[in-house]
């Protein structure tokens, strides 16, 4: 079982930076694939990026180029780093753990942060 906590979502005006992180607990975090989600309201949850247990990254499109995502296998975090905020990126920010293997696949969510572009 892995247990995913985000932290660092608040109020920001536009064009100015915010970084979230995802603490998870569990000894094999180097081997899942960690992504960020958004939901806004009234939307879908939607993919912000991924950075895989070989370190490889994908963003979407809208946020390719302003966010950043990483991870510190140390530490069992991983960070989304945002910036050039726009009022259009105002979501509630998921972390999402999985790892597949022959026997089964592991998904786990984090219960969210919110991030608020508004001036």
């Known amino acids: 079982q892995v247990q995913l906590v985000e932290s660092g979502g608040g109020l920001v005006q536009p064009g100015e930076s915010l970084k979230l992180s995802c603490a998870a607990s569990?000894?094999?975090?180097?081997?899942?694939?960690m992504s960020w989600y958004r939901q806004a309201p009234g939307k879908q949850r939607e993919l912000v990026a991924t950075?895989?247990?070989?370190?490889?990254?994908v963003y979407d499109d809208s946020v390719n180029g302003r966010f950043t995502i990483s991870r510190d296998n140390a530490k069992n975090t991983v960070y989304l780093q945002m910036n050039s905020l726009k009022p259009e990126d105002t979501a509630v920010y998921y972390c999402?753990?999985?790892?597949?293997?022959?026997?089964?696949?592991?998904?786990?969510w984090g219960q969210g942060t919110q991030v608020t572009v508004s001036s």
């Open positions: 950075i895989t247990s070989g370190f490889r990254t």
């Open positions: 569990g000894s094999i975090f180097n081997l899942y694939a």
């Open positions: 999402r753990g999985s790892r597949s293997t022959a026997a089964r696949t592991y998904d786990y």
